[in-house]
């Protein structure tokens, strides 16, 4: 669970907002605590279960966690190919691949670029993304490696978020933040769900020269002790928290519990669905 003080994190986020370009947050020590301690049981650790039932694992089989962060969904696909079976967690944060490693030292952690993959032609039964490639400068390049690594009968399974119009305390809390912090803190807020547009991400697997694909569509939630965990994480998530004054930062969160009111349960907890769209990609 998170921290009621999340001052105690002292999280800084620093991001590149262009015209064009997504807000991609610069790794640091803090994130890199946040995201496992915190952001994995409240988010991301669910999708593992989904993407590997979804890639239809099997004992033997050689599969690659591209952008594997902390190892979540790595170390899920290894309980899954058995000791005949290999499977390598590949990330460009050594910080990162330090945590996953002693999640379960079997797997093989290299650091790499996911537009450069360090791996032989048709090397992978299975290649996994989880919600990584919405972070990544160059999509196509990073796409058309997961197909080059992949074996012609293999699989690519990438997980991105479904419109955020999908997922209704995640909208409402745009809304909110484009509101009291401005239209910047919103975009960077909502830059994750920015593969999610309707035919956005047809258009990069055609760039890359897929021809055979399926989309899944699953269900999830986020789950957060509050009402003000939920914001403050994510706005500083944005990197924005820093730039609010405490009277706005008071603004805000009087606001928000009236706007996130219909997420909240019984015992504070706020909980927000959070859906995910899946894709399949079949090689040539």
């Known amino acids: 669970m998170f921290s009621s003080n999340i001052d105690v994190w002292s999280i800084n986020f620093r991001g590149r907002f262009m015209r064009k370009a997504n807000f991609i947050p610069e790794i640091t020590d803090d994130l890199v605590k946040m995201y496992d301690d915190y952001l994995v049981p409240s988010i991301y ?42 499977v390598t967690g590949l990330d460009h944060n050594e910080e990162m691949l330090a945590i996953a490693g002693k999640k379960n030292p079997r797997i093989d952690w290299q650091p790499g670029n996911l537009a450069a993959l360090p791996f032989e032609d048709n090397s992978f039964d299975r290649v996994l993304c989880q919600f990584a490639l919405m972070f990544i400068h160059n999509r196509v390049a990073a796409t058309k490696e997961m197909l080059r690594v ?36 919103a975009s960077n807020l909502a830059s994750p769900w920015s593969l999610g547009v309707p035919g956005k991400m047809d258009a990069l697997l055609l760039s890359a020269g897929v021809n055979e694909y ?27 928290f820093h730039k609010l004054g405490e009277e706005d930062s008071d603004k805000l969160m009087s606001a928000a519990g009236h706007v996130l009111a219909p997420f909240v349960v019984s015992n504070g907890e706020i909980i927000a669905e959070l859906n995910a769209n899946i894709f399949v990609i079949y090689p040539d």
């Open 214 to 240: 399926e989309c899944h569509e699953r269900v999830g939630l986020a789950r957060f002790p509050s009402v003000e965990s939920f914001v403050e994480v994510n706005l500083r998530s944005a990197g924005e």
């Open 45 to 86: 650790a669910q999708w593992g279960h989904h993407l590997i039932e979804i890639a239809a694992l099997e004992l033997g089989h050689h599969v690659l966690d591209a952008a594997c962060r902390t190892g979540t969904v790595t170390c899920t696909a290894q309980l899954e190919v058995g000791f005949g079976g290999k």
């Open 150 to 185: 992949c074996k012609p009968d293999g699989q690519v399974i990438i997980a991105i978020w479904a419109p955020l119009d999908h997922s209704k305390g995640y909208t409402a809390l745009v809304n909110l933040i484009r509101q009291y912090a401005g239209e910047r803190a």
